[in-house]
């Protein structure tokens, strides 16, 4: 088999939303340069994501020199957002961890709820260095992660991919795929390794930055969630279910934690290290 090697980058300012795919990133130790530096919330200042809403699917947030974003939506016009002040914090909950953010311009909100028809506010998170400490039982003391569901990146590989499809064209949904990389939203995707490898990894190089393995990636129902349309179907988690389940988590891809700073490229050999 030949060297495996980066194929993808993904960077998405914006939670729940479109990102973009550059050719590099700067890899942060909260994760890549700019990635899910925003999210949005509810009117009880907890996340808002694709769960409730699938049509998030079709906005994007392109990044901005600066760290600003620029918004977009069907029906909606553009709307460019600076990062705001850190004046003031705002105590949101991302899952089950409290995190202090700044609340963007109030146009940002009226733009975000005229598209989503609901009450949500846009929030940037100023400080990512200490403001979300990574789950203890993963984590080393003073590693912190940005808006990300739980770690700094998520790695998938295009092998496992083309395994999972294989196995749902032989399941009772087969007409739901073959399905894109898309609907797992990760950081990094890797060409080159065998089906299922990165379960086995403990630590890689990536080009000139090391990482460390957290844990497998629990999925939601947002991978069913069709990226390019909004609708909802059954896979990949009727297939996960009864091929990937491990403990109560339905896993694909991998959770990846940097030891080093540095940046990644596309076509950077990938190697596992342990």
Not at 23 to 29: F, G, I, K, M, S
Not at 124 to 145: I, K, M, S
Not at 164 to 175: F, V, Y
Request: proline share 9%; net charge negative; charged share 25%.
């Amino acid at each position: 088999m030949s060297q495996p090697a980066l194929s993808s980058i993904h960077v998405h300012p914006l939670k729940a939303v479109r990102g973009h795919a550059p050719h590099e990133a700067v890899v942060e130790p909260w994760g890549l340069a700019g990635d899910r530096r925003w999210v949005l919330v509810d009117t009880t200042n907890k996340i808002v994501t694709q769960r409730p809403h699938p049509r998030l699917a079709l906005a994007a947030a392109e990044q901005l020199p600066g760290g600003g974003v620029r918004l977009s939506a069907p029906g909606m016009d553009p709307l460019d957002v600076e990062v705001p002040e850190p004046v003031v914090t705002t105590t949101i909950e991302v899952w089950k961890d409290k995190v202090e953010a700044i609340l963007a311009d109030p146009a940002a909100h009226a733009w975000w709820s005229a598209y989503l028809e609901s009450d949500v506010r846009l929030l940037h998170l100023d400080d990512p260095a200490t403001r979300r400490p990574l789950d203890p039982q993963y984590a080393r003391p003073g590693e912190t992660v940005s808006f990300a569901d739980g770690y700094p990146l998520l790695v998938t590989t295009h092998s496992s991919l083309d395994a999972l499809n294989s196995l749902i064209a032989q399941g009772d949904h087969a007409d739901e795929g073959p399905l894109p990389m898309n609907r797992f939203r990760p950081n990094v995707v890797v060409s080159g390794t065998a089906p299922w490898a990165e379960d086995d990894w403990s630590r890689i190089a990536m080009g000139e930055v090391t990482f460390r393995v957290a844990k497998k990636s629990g999925r939601c129902v947002v991978t069913t969630t069709d990226q390019e349309t909004a609708e909802r179907g059954k896979e990949p988690l009727r297939t996960l279910a009864r091929h990937r389940r491990f403990g109560d988590q339905l896993c694909f891809g991998t959770n990846l934690v940097p030891e080093s700073p540095g940046s990644v490229r596309v076509g950077d050999p990938v190697t596992v290290l342990e």
